[in-house]
């Protein structure tokens, strides 16, 4: 039974494998993902800050010589940063416009009191408790994230400061502000990139692992396929299931599967031999018992034309069971090449001339031109000589046998008719059957039995069929039909 599952079994396998592997796809994406995402702000805060520090501590440098002469609110550094405010820069940064300076900057004297600021603030104010003065005053690293509204969240600003010395000498705190809103249009790019990336990136994933699992469930049904045709008794090929595993498993089965038809093959034929020989080998023995006694010299030589019809019976069965041996234990064809039908049918015809003369037989040749075949030419004319053969046999004397060949419905047919007594209806089914035989009716003799069944087995090879069936204004008519 576990040759022939249920198709639902191998969708649910497929379905399960590609559920699997999207899940973890999925879940490796969400993790990789929001990983992503989660420092992507951050990262951008982080690129900020270093901006900050290094302008801090560059205008500190510039605002130093003012500060100690006292003109920094009225001097050149003052009007620089109020040129700086009003420009316009029409920047755009990877696609995003900054039409704006953001920088705020404020200067702090020595205690943290203020100086000078770009935003207004009055001179005088404390500062000091802010961390960028505080800690920049105390010879560390001042920085500070604040709101610049307690009631806007979207007004969070970064502060960095840095030490204004001039030759040794402290001389207050310098520090740029930006808003970190200005900072969310690169940053909601950059998630919208990156979640696109990983949405392709999930989607080319899930791509590859439906290509990889179509192809392993593929291998599995084609292994299925062929262990349920050779467990039916089909002829069938190993399937290509590619290299690897898969394809160490196929190539197992098709040994397993050539050693127990081998042994099942050989028993099968040393029985059926040994029954067929039974009768001709006791002809042959009743009548040599019989030519040890004296008798008439008529009946001395019909008992010796006996034995050699005998012994030529079983010759031809055991050519007959030779050739059918070898064929079936072949799985494919072997030198195949596109043949010209019409020249294979009258080679074939004309090796029956001496046939037809003897049965005073005339034989019809329909051939439509043009057609070709692919096969082996060799296998192909012992087919259509079986045909032939089997019609002449049951042909009445003085008769016609036509064989025809043309296209029907896209297949190739070459059939052979006979104006004889047709099957019974009992053995139509069963002409082609190995060792199944009816009496000629000019000599009352059975055929091998094997002629027909080895039309079949070359129909079969080349990926046709056979059959034969009566025809109503009587006589029979077999036929085999090929691929185009």
């Given amino acids: ?90 920047a755009r940064i990877f696609g995003v416009e900054k039409a704006r300076a953001e920088f705020r900057v404020y200067v702090t004297d020595a205690q943290g009191i203020l100086v000078w600021d ?3 603030t009055a001179p005088g104010t404390d500062f000091s408790r802010w961390n960028d003065v505080y800690l920049t005053l105390r010879g560390g690293y001042g920085a500070r994230a604040s709101l610049a509204d307690p009631g806007d ?28 809103a200005s900072l969310t249009p ?40 062929y262990a349920r045709a050779v467990a039916e008794g089909h002829r069938t090929q190993i399937p290509d299931v590619g290299g690897g595993e898969l394809s160490e498993l196929a ?35 009743g009548a040599a018992e019989l030519l040890e006694e004296e008798m008439p010299e008529p009946d001395r030589q019909r008992f010796v034309a006996n034995i050699r019809a005998q ?77 032939l053969d089997n019609a002449l046999a049951f042909a009445p004397e003085g008769s016609e046998v036509t064989l025809t060949t043309g296209r029907v419905e896209g297949w190739i047919r070459v059939a052979v008719r006979d104006a004889g007594p047709g099957v019974p209806d009992y053995a139509v089914d069963r002409v082609f059957e190995a060792f199944y035989s009816l009496p000629s009716p000019a000599t009352g003799r059975k055929g091998t039995g094997l ?4 039309v079949r087995e070359v129909a079969e090879l080349h990926r046709g069929t056979a059959g034969l069936r009566n025809l109503p204004e009587g006589g029979a008519e077999a036929w085999l039909r090929l691929p185009a």
């Avoid at 969240?153 to 960095?160: G, K, L, Q, R």
């Avoid at 392709?200 to 396929?225: H, Y």
């Fill in 1 to 90: 039974r576990w040759l022939q599952p249920h198709d639902a079994h191998a969708m649910k396998l497929s379905l399960r494998m590609v559920l699997g592997f999207f899940l973890i796809v999925a879940l490796a994406a969400y993790l990789l993902l929001n990983t992503f995402l989660q420092e992507v702000k951050p990262g951008v805060k982080q690129g900020l800050e270093v901006a900050l520090v290094d302008s801090a501590n560059l205008l500190a440098e510039v605002a130093a010589p003012e500060l100690k002469a006292g003109t920094l609110a009225e001097g050149r550094f003052a009007r620089a940063v109020a040129a700086y405010e009003a420009r316009a820069p029409h």
């Fill in 118 to 120: 770009s935003a207004g």
């Fill in 451 to 454: 002629g027909l069944r080895f």
């Fill in 186 to 225: 690169f940053a909601e790019r950059s998630q919208r990139r990156v979640l696109n990336a990983g949405l392709v990136l999930l989607g080319a994933c899930l791509l590859i692992g439906g290509g990889l699992t179509w192809g392993l469930v593929k291998a599995i049904r084609d292994m299925r396929a």
């Fill in 153 to 180: 969240p979207a007004s969070h600003t970064m502060y960095v400061g840095a030490p204004i010395r001039l030759e040794g000498q402290l001389l207050g705190v310098l520090t740029v502000a930006s808003p970190t």
């Fill in 311 to 387: 012994e030529q019976r079983l010759r031809e069965l055991l050519d007959r069971m030779l050739d059918q041996a070898a064929l079936e234990q072949r799985t494919g064809l072997q030198d195949a090449t596109d043949l010209e039908l019409e020249g294979l049918v009258r080679r074939v015809a004309g090796t029956k001339e001496v046939a037809l003369a003897w049965r005073s037989l005339r034989l019809r040749l329909d051939p439509e031109p043009g057609l070709r075949v692919h096969g082996e030419g060799f296998l192909l004319e012992q087919a259509l000589s079986n045909l």
């Fill in 251 to 285: 190539g197992a089965l098709e040994s397993m599967r050539a050693r127990l038809e081998d042994r099942a093959y050989v028993e099968r034929y040393v029985a059926t031999l040994t029954h067929e020989m039974k009768s001709p080998l006791a002809a042959i023995r």
